[in-house]
């Protein structure tokens, strides 16, 4: 073999070489792409469908609890006896059923439709306590209101802080991871560039 047919086979490998590497590169750049676009819509989906409406439910609640405080004057609705003088009870209710247990069955309807967007392997023991919460005074107040038999007023099971601390994180750390694979995608330069470039 001559050297121009050395050279010429030398110069094959390389390319053969080089197309194989690029080849390569280029798969891996575009499932690297696939899978950051997979959890980006899987992230997004969790804030549109589940975390973004949980919050902004949470956020409206503490705001019209606070006004119910303002309302009654004091800081508390109950004292530790579970005493409540009749035009604070009215009140009361009045929050109760044009607020709070609306707004409860809101969030109950989301956890229950939007389950597989939890994130996390589990059902968190917080959520647990707002369901328990929830149907404890639901069950309780519509008793009160066709059969009259009176009750505390409200759930058995104290408002779960923990649920909604969880759930603002959630939806905080969902917002951070959102912005951070948004810059991971621009990132990743594009098939065609890549092809091309």
């Not at 589940?50 to 439910?57: D, K, S, T």
């Not at 035009?87 to 059923?97: C, M």
């Not at 809101?106 to 939007?114: D, G, N, S």
């Not at 369901?131 to 009160?144: E, F, P, V």
């Amino acid at each position: 073999m001559g050297p121009a047919v050395w050279t010429a086979l030398i110069a094959a490998v390389v390319a053969a070489v080089g197309w194989f590497a690029n080849d390569r590169l280029t798969s891996r750049r575009e499932e690297l792409r696939r899978r950051t676009e997979a959890q980006f819509r899987f992230v997004e989906r969790q804030l549109e469908e589940l975390y973004g409406p949980l919050a902004a439910e949470l956020y409206e609640g503490r705001r019209t609890f606070l006004d119910l405080l303002d309302s009654l004057a004091r800081r508390y609705v109950f004292s530790a006896t579970d005493h409540i003088s009749p035009d604070d009870l009215k009140t009361w209710l009045f929050w109760a059923e044009s607020d709070f247990l609306p707004r409860n069955d809101r969030i109950k309807a989301l956890l229950m439709r939007k389950t597989h967007l939890i994130e996390g392997p589990v059902f968190p023991e917080s959520y647990i306590l707002f369901l328990d919460h929830c149907n404890s005074w639901a069950i309780n107040h519509r008793r009160w209101k066709e059969q009259q038999v009176k009750y505390s007023w409200h759930s058995k099971i104290n408002w779960p802080h923990d649920f909604e601390n969880e759930v603002i994180a959630t939806f905080h750390d969902l917002k951070r991871r959102h912005s951070d694979l948004l810059g991971k995608l621009a990132s990743i330069p594009p098939l065609l560039d890549i092809v091309h470039g």
